[in-house]
């Protein structure tokens, strides 16, 4: 499968969160072509600061494996990883990550920094921008209702 198919599953992930009241990320975590983790945000539905998409997806990966390393694993998740994904990533040893949208605010791929270019002891592959134009509008679209619908919102 097309790394555009994974994005698409984890774009789908996304959408619940949104529906949830999440910031709408997804991601799916594949092994030898078949998905074996996902996740979405759940922050606000659980009141859980670390319940990120791709936190989710990796736990439910290292069940499926039966372990904590991931290093023959692709992460697909819908927009650019914080520092505590990417430190999430480093720590189950994924291989390959591919991002949506970059995220300009807290982006750990590159954006505001690149945690995988230190010296730890695991740098996996990255692919930004796949599908980042339909990742970005989800996201744009979740932020445009929510400052519409909540006067309290900020505007920035």
């Avoid at 990120?52 to 039966?66: L, N, P, S, T, Y």
């Avoid at 430190?87 to 949208?101: E, K, P, Q, S």
Wanted: charged share 25%; net charge negative.
């Amino acid at each position: 499968m097309e790394r555009e198919e994974y994005m698409r599953q984890a774009l789908a992930l996304a959408e619940e969160a949104a529906g949830h009241g999440d910031v709408p990320v997804g991601c799916v975590v594949v092994k030898d072509g078949a998905v074996i983790g996902r996740g979405c945000n759940r922050r606000e539905e659980r009141g859980d600061a670390v319940a990120h998409a791709e936190v989710e997806a990796i736990r439910q990966a290292c069940r499926a494996v039966g372990g904590w390393n991931l290093h023959d694993c692709a992460l697909y998740v819908t927009l650019e990883p914080c520092p505590m994904c990417a430190g999430a990533i480093i720590n189950a040893r994924v291989g390959t990550v591919c991002y949506g949208a970059r995220d300009e605010k807290a982006g750990a791929c590159g954006s505001v920094l690149d945690l995988f270019a230190e010296r730890f002891n695991h740098r996996p592959r990255v692919y930004g921008g796949v599908l980042k134009e339909e990742c970005a509008a989800l996201l744009q679209d979740f932020f445009h209702d929510l400052r519409k619908n909540s006067p309290d919102f900020p505007q920035n």
